[in-house]
């Protein structure tokens, strides 16, 4: 028969336990990262390409915040970064407080925009209190 010590000699011998380093994973997200960034595209927007109405004056509003409002023809307005309707501007004032409609508007109106929109925001905002509208245009010099 066996003793005891010979068969100690044929059990297998544990191994060490398997540790996961942290360097090894965080190099792995780093190369990730820099992968998909040097992959990515970045979409940037953009500014609304308006055809403003031609004028002899020049005219510039003061450096604190200018309100504008852009409006393309078929009644698109472009207001905080936002398209929007007539009707839908007309809500969104609504919900303005005082000190908003303190500080001066601009409206840049293309040239095929239509004149009764233009009407339609200029009494908007009069209706609310604006009192520094101005019209934005593109000086003939300029041109």
């Known amino acids: 028969m066996w003793s005891a010590p010979e068969s100690a000699r044929f059990r297998p ?3 060490p336990t398997l540790e996961l380093g942290m360097t090894p994973l965080i190099d792995i997200v780093f190369l990730l990262l ?9 979409v940037v927007q953009e500014g609304i ?3 403003l109405p031609v004028t002899d004056r020049t005219h510039t509003l003061p450096a604190e ?8 023809s078929g009644e698109v307005l472009v207001m905080d970064g ?3 309707t007539v009707r839908e501007v007309d809500l969104y004032l609504r919900d303005q407080d005082a000190a908003y409609f303190g500080t001066p508007f601009e409206i ?3 040239r095929s925009a239509s004149v009764q929109t233009v ?4 009494e908007m905002l009069r209706d609310k ?15």
Not at 65 to 72: A, G
């Open 13 to 15: 011998q544990r191994r």
């Open 34 to 42: 820099i992968f998909f960034m040097l992959t990515s595209r970045f």
């Open 49 to 51: 390409q308006v055809d």
């Open 65 to 72: 915040k200018t309100h504008r409002i852009t409006v393309r």
């Open 82 to 84: 936002r398209a929007m």
């Open 108 to 110: 840049l109106a293309d």
């Open 119 to 122: 009407i339609s925001l200029l």
């Open 129 to 143: 209190g604006a009192s520094r509208v101005t019209l934005g245009t593109e000086h003939s010099g300029e041109r």
